[in-house]
């Protein structure tokens, strides 16, 4: 799983690259970026969809696929 849209609020979870990362969007953009205490310790954020223009989100999703996808994927599909 690369990505995950949570019910309870309309929030879309991705991962990036580590924790410093994560802190890093938290700290630049709150409105954008969120998280709870169920994805401490993990390096996954939360996206406010609404707050989130269409190139911002493509390469986020992007990111977080090629952070997940199996080596052969990864080969197969170089341009994701």
Do not use: N, Q
Request: glycine residues 4%; negative net charge; charged residues 35%.
């Amino acid at each position: 799983m690369f990505c995950r849209l949570r019910d309870e609020d309309g929030l879309l979870a991705v991962f990036v690259g580590d924790l410093e990362e994560k802190e890093a969007l938290l700290t630049a953009d709150p409105k954008k970026f969120r998280t709870t205490p169920h994805y401490d310790g993990y390096p996954a954020v939360l996206l406010d969809l609404p707050s989130i223009g269409k190139k911002e989100l493509r390469e986020l999703l992007s990111d977080s696929w090629r952070r997940k996808a199996p080596p052969k994927v990864l080969r197969d599909h170089p341009d994701v």
